[in-house]
């Protein structure tokens, strides 16, 4: 099933971990309507990649193992202009503080890994038209994530 480009989530995932990403971009290819355009485990190649690609969001692991992950969120949070993709702090498990650091980095959104790649697809889906709307998020009006 193809999707539109309307509707389509084009993404970038930053994640140290080469397993993880692999895994990631699998599974997420696998869902109609979403395209990983790049994964990368560094930050300033994400941020190269921002410019050149402009993604619709960067899913960002925020429990990198070089412990970088809100330095990631912020950098990339920091992206100027029309084109600053939707920053997406992407988890596994969701601790107590994860969603207040993240949102304090510069995160729009935080969304788990186990998510159904459909239910991921619309969530980012959502996120992307509302970053795009409101230019940048205002803290206030974002969802708080339940703690798992």
Excluded: F
Aim: charged residues 30%.
């Amino acid at each position: 099933m193809e999707s539109n480009d309307a509707t389509r989530v084009r993404l970038l995932l930053l994640d140290d971990r080469e397993s993880s990403r692999s895994r990631s971009v699998t599974r997420l290819a696998q869902q109609a309507g979403m395209e990983v355009v790049a994964a990368v485990a560094d930050c300033g190649e994400a941020a190269r990649l921002v410019q050149e690609l402009q993604p619709d969001a960067i899913l960002i692991e925020m429990r990198r193992l070089d412990e970088r992950g809100l330095d990631a969120i912020a950098q990339l949070s920091a992206l100027d202009g029309a084109t600053r993709p939707a920053i997406v702090a992407y988890l596994e498990i969701l601790h107590r503080g994860d969603w207040p650091d993240a949102q304090a980095a510069g995160a729009d959104d935080l969304l788990l890994k186990e998510m159904s790649p459909r239910t991921l697809r619309g969530e980012l889906r959502s996120i992307v038209d509302r970053v795009r709307q409101d230019g940048r998020t205002n803290p206030s009006s974002v969802p708080r994530p339940s703690e798992h």
